[in-house]
C-alpha cells in the first residue's frame, strides 16, 4: 500500500491540495508553501489571494490581439506611436512578454493561444486564427491602404521552430496569402523546435530585426 502522508488538520490538506494542483509543484513543496504562508500576517495572505482572485475574476483579452489586459483593448494595440501595420503572430502572451524584452520590435501582436496539435486535439477553429485573418483582411482593404501612407502590410509568423509551429505557420500562411499582404518569419537564429518563451534577448531580437520572407 502506497504511503499517505497524514496532515493534522483538514484545511491544511486542502491548502496542500489546492497549491499542489499548479503546474511543477510536488505535494512536499505544495506542503512548504502552505505552512510558510501560515507563519504570515493575515493581511499579507490576504492581499495575495486577493490579487489571485483579481487576477481571475478581472482580468480581460484585448479584443484586437487577444493579449491579457486591464481594458477592452491593450496597451500595445492603444499605442499610437506603434506600428500598427505589422503584426506579429505568437503562440501565448508568454511569446509577448519575451519580444517586449528585446526592444526591437515595434508593431503589434497577434496571440494565437496555441499552436496546432492533432495529437493534443488542437485544431484551427481552437486558435484565434479567424480573428487574425479578419485583422489582415481589415488591413489589406481600401480604405486602410488609401490610410496608410504607403507603409506595406506585414504579418511576422513568431512561432516555435517544431513540427507543430511549422504546421501552425503554413496553415495561417495559406489563409492569409492570397490578401497580398507579406508574410515572414523569425530568421532562424532560434534552433529547430525552440521556443521563445526560453531564448536569449540577444538572439531572439535578431531574429526579430533579420526576419525574413516566409517560404512554406
Do not use: W
Request: proline residues 4%.
Amino acid at each position: 500500500m502506497a504511503y499517505k502522508e497524514q496532515y493534522p488538520s483538514r484545511l491544511l490538506e486542502e491548502a496542500v491540495d489546492a497549491i499542489g494542483s499548479l503546474p511543477g509543484v510536488g505535494r512536499r513543496s505544495a506542503l512548504r508553501l502552505a505552512l510558510h504562508l501560515l507563519k504570515q500576517p493575515q493581511e499579507n495572505v490576504h492581499h495575495f489571494t486577493a490579487a489571485i482572485d483579481a487576477l481571475r475574476d478581472n482580468v480581460r483579452y484585448c479584443r484586437n490581439c487577444m493579449m491579457i489586459s486591464d481594458d477592452d483593448i491593450c496597451s500595445i494595440c492603444s499605442d499610437r506611436s506603434r506600428d500598427h501595420r505589422t503584426i506579429c503572430v505568437v503562440e501565448s502572451v508568454r511569446d509577448v512578454m519575451s519580444i517586449e524584452k528585446t526592444g526591437q520590435y515595434h508593431g503589434v501582436y497577434h496571440v494565437l493561444g496555441g499552436i496546432i496539435s492533432p495529437i493534443n486535439g488542437v485544431g484551427p477553429s481552437d486558435l484565434t486564427i479567424r480573428q487574425l485573418t479578419d485583422r489582415v483582411a481589415a488591413l489589406m482593404s481600401p480604405e486602410a491602404m488609401f490610410d496608410s501612407d504607403g507603409a506595406p502590410a506585414e504579418v511576422i509568423l513568431a512561432l516555435s521552430g517544431d513540427v507543430e509551429g511549422e504546421t501552425t505557420s503554413f496553415y495561417i500562411y495559406r489563409q492569409i496569402a492570397q490578401s497580398g499582404v507579406k508574410v515572414s518569419s523569425l530568421a532562424r537564429g532560434l534552433g529547430f523546435g525552440d521556443d521563445l518563451e526560453y531564448a536569449d534577448e540577444l538572439t531572439l531580437g535578431r531574429s526579430i530585426v533579420n526576419r525574413q520572407i516566409f517560404k512554406p
